[in-house]
């Protein structure tokens, strides 16, 4: 990429940071704060397994919340399940019961260690995948990502079109 294009790119973010950081609609209310705390405590518990990298916790707009850990067979890498299929799952269900409940706000934390499962740091937030932020498209499109805009504790929501901007770079897809 040019300097130019990543010095644009970084202006955008910027710009969508402030934005962020200064509209309502993208505070943290307290169910959101809720949903991170919840989230926070599930990667926290299942931590030990080492095979869980990923925790999160939904808020549906009915205010009820739905947790979800990630799953990765150890024998078959290629098999894995993302923390937030359950949550996603729910929200498919009820919609195709005539009773939506999308997902309003999805907070995701990875478990802060490498891939050989040795403690590299904090649990932290983090961005959902490609192939679930497709699936929340569909089912939830208002969906807003709970996320650290700069690593330094500044939590925002934001829009699905924006994770672009704002992933962590250890997240991939099934990782």
């Known amino acids: 990429m040019s300097k130019h294009l990543a010095d644009y790119?970084?202006?955008?973010?910027?710009?969508?940071?402030?934005?962020?950081?200064?509209?309502?609609?993208?505070?943290?209310?307290?169910?959101?704060?809720?949903?991170?705390?919840?989230?926070?405590?599930?990667?926290?518990?299942v931590y030990g397994y080492k095979a869980c990298h990923y925790a999160c916790c939904a808020l549906y707009a009915?205010?009820?919340?739905?947790?979800?850990?990630?799953?990765?067979c150890r024998r078959m890498h290629e098999f894995s399940v993302c923390a937030e299929h359950r949550p996603i799952e729910r929200a498919h269900?009820?919609?195709?019961?005539?009773?939506?409940?999308?997902i309003v706000t999805l907070a995701t934390f990875h478990g802060g260690h490498d891939t050989n499962g040795q403690k590299s740091g904090e649990p932290y937030l983090a961005s959902?995948?490609?192939?679930?932020?497709?699936?929340?498209?569909?089912?939830?499109?208002?969906?807003?990502?709970?996320?650290d805009l700069d690593g330094q504790g500044r939590l925002a929501k934001i829009p699905l079109e924006a994770v672009e901007f704002f992933r962590h770079p250890r997240r991939h897809?099934?990782?």
């Open 9 to 45: 790119w970084q202006r955008v973010k910027d710009e969508l940071t402030v934005m962020f950081l200064t509209e309502p609609r993208f505070q943290l209310t307290a169910d959101d704060h809720e949903a991170v705390r919840q989230a926070r405590e599930m990667i926290r518990q």
């Open 93 to 102: 269900y009820r919609q195709q019961k005539g009773d939506p409940d999308p």
């Open 128 to 147: 959902p995948c490609e192939k679930c932020l497709r699936l929340l498209e569909q089912v939830s499109p208002d969906c807003l990502i709970v996320i």
């Open 62 to 72: 009915s205010g009820e919340f739905k947790c979800g850990t990630h799953i990765c």
């Open 173 to 175: 897809n099934g990782e």
